[in-house]
């Protein structure tokens, strides 16, 4: 036998078994109640009234799906290049950065999926506002960890770099850029989920595509086994997202610690 | 600037640290010239202002007051030359970037010359041609630090600033790093050509073994103390740390060390 395929096949074991038992047993449990209180589904579908109601359509919940993934990934690119634009120019300017740091952390504070009705306002039923309230979402995880990023460089190599007079732009190309890839993966670990949230609720306002809409009207109407269809397809996109980063962070940081660690 | 015959000149250097709660001041009044091709030691207690005094003479710190001219010129223009190799205690290299990729950084910073040495000749030069390849994370301290002596030399500087280079190995991995710098710092065929080293350490044997010339620096604020010459003949090997000469300078040294710092 293949050893690599049999090394898989342990991982699989090892580290896919224990959780998928735990969610076995979740929905197990929830089946069960359901069915011994006699929960009325308006109230709460059992499982499998979830999943027949699911696989009654499957493709109209995945194309919902795939318009909440669009605007957010779409929200997380605007919002990121924003921040990441922004922290470049406060890293190399101390009065750039006094100034607009308080901005930021006002941004912070203040919980800003409470202005989607006015990008719905501002922005009309496009997917505008759902890209536009991503970004928001994303921007402030993003610039302050790009902004550690592009600041946390070895001051050794800093110093050597100095010494040849290298140019603040291959000092950022050679070193700040790639110090940063650890800071942006863990932004991004915030931010994707966040844009995700940032989608939904600008959805749940517009009424016409996506799985906020989807919920939205679902609850409306008290559809519960679509409801909670669209919220298992949300956390199915979820846990794929922290996949594929998981992945692509591997590859692309291979030399850091943080990877090399868990090997 | 080529008929200064001094390569490094120091003229009252002073320098205090105005960034903490409490003005320190580490350098005083400190003069020195240092001809090319020379050897020279700097030895002292730690926090003595070593370090301090090396980041000075690279340009990468302006002195409260003195004056450093290399080549009869303030560092920077060393430094836009790309004149000046440093290495530091920590081998400081960039992680994601092979040993062949580290040694080729100081030629893609913009300005480079032409007349920079090879990757491959320089790992060569090091004993690291097996380990081109290599991830910074793959290597020994002894091998790591290896790395940055021949990225320092990939310009082709004419001035090697090396502070506490082999401080952080252990004791066999130094020994024997010191007789491989001797030997890579001896390689240049002409005399003439050899470059002017300014060797920061803690230890005596080393300061004795490697230098033409050792500067004593003690006291707070640091001033130089005593500047010896170190009359053995090259090229030098581990024999020479169990002769009678070596013994006397270490014991001046010592002396001069103890001394001060009471
Ligand atoms: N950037 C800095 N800002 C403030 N103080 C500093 C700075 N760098 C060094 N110092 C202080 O200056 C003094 C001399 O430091 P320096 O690193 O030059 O000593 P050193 O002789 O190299 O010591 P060691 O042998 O331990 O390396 C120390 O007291 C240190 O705390
Ligand atoms: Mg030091």
């Given amino acids: ?263 | 600037m080529a008929n200064e015959t001094q390569h490094v000149r120091l003229r009252g250097l002073s320098h205090v640290f105005t960034d903490g709660r409490e003005p320190l001041h580490v350098l005083d009044d400190v003069s020195m010239d240092v001809p090319h091709g020379q050897f020279t030691s700097i030895i002292g207690p730690s926090g003595c202002g070593k370090s301090t005094l090396l980041r000075i003479v690279g340009g990468l710190l302006a002195p409260s007051a003195g004056s450093v001219r290399i080549d009869g010129a303030p560092p920077r223009d060393a430094q836009r030359r790309h004149d000046i190799g440093i290495v530091f205690q920590e081998p400081a290299l960039l992680p994601w970037r092979t040993v062949a990729g580290n040694v080729r950084l100081p030629l893609e910073i913009d300005g480079a010359r032409r007349r920079g040495t090879e990757a491959e000749s320089l790992l060569n030069l090091v004993g690291l041609s097996e380990f081109r390849d290599y991830y910074p994370h793959q290597l020994s301290g002894g091998m790591a630090q290896r790395v940055a002596i021949a990225r320092a030399l990939a310009v082709d500087p004419t001035l090697l600033l090396m502070d506490e280079p082999f401080g952080a190995l252990d004791e066999i991995t130094r020994t024997a790093m010191r007789y491989e710098l001797l030997r890579i710092w001896a390689s240049q065929a002409k005399a003439a050509a050899r470059k002017t080293v300014l060797f920061v350490t803690h230890s005596i044997t080393e300061a004795i073994v490697m230098s033409d010339r050792i500067i004593v620096i003690n006291g707070r604020p640091g001033r130089v103390v005593a500047d010896t010459a170190v009359e053995l003949p090259r090229p030098r090997t581990q024999e020479i740390e169990r002769s009678a000469p070596f013994l006397d300078y270490a014991d001046h040294l010592r002396g001069l060390l103890d001394g001060a710092a009471a």
């Fill in chain 1, 1 to 263: 036998m293949n050893g690599r395929l049999s090394s898989i096949l342990r991982g699989v074991a090892v580290y896919g078994l224990p959780p998928a038992i735990a969610f076995a047993v979740v929905i197990g449990l929830w089946e069960a109640y359901v069915a011994w209180r006699d929960v009325s589904i308006l109230v709460v579908p059992a499982p499998s009234d979830v999943w027949e109601r699911f696989f009654d359509d499957p493709g109209y919940f995945w194309e919902q799906g795939w318009w909440t993934l669009y605007e957010a990934t779409l929200g997380l690119i605007a919002g990121s290049a924003v921040a990441i634009t922004l922290a470049v120019i406060m890293a190399h300017s101390r009065p750039v950065e006094r100034g607009l740091l308080p901005l930021a952390i006002a941004m912070k504070v203040t919980p800003l999926v409470a202005i989607a009705p006015v990008l719905i306002i501002i922005f009309g039923f496009g997917t505008t506002p759902k890209i536009f309230l991503a970004a928001l979402l994303c921007f402030f995880p993003m610039l302050v960890n790009a902004l550690i990023g592009f600041r946390d460089v070895d001051s050794g190599a800093l110093e050597f770099m100095r010494s040849l007079r290298a140019s603040p732009w291959s000092v950022f190309w050679k070193l700040r850029v790639p110090s940063s890839l650890p800071y942006l993966f863990s932004a991004l670990r915030i931010t994707y989920p966040l844009a995700l949230v940032g989608a939904v609720i600008a959805e749940w306002f517009t009424g016409n595509r996506g799985l906020g809409f989807v919920v939205y009207s679902a609850a409306q109407n008290l559809r519960t086994p679509e409801l909670f269809s669209a919220i298992a397809v949300l956390a199915v996109i979820g846990v794929v997202i922290n996949i594929a980063l998981s992945l692509l962070e591997r590859r692309v940081l291979f030399w850091h610690e943080s990877v090399r660690s868990t090997r």
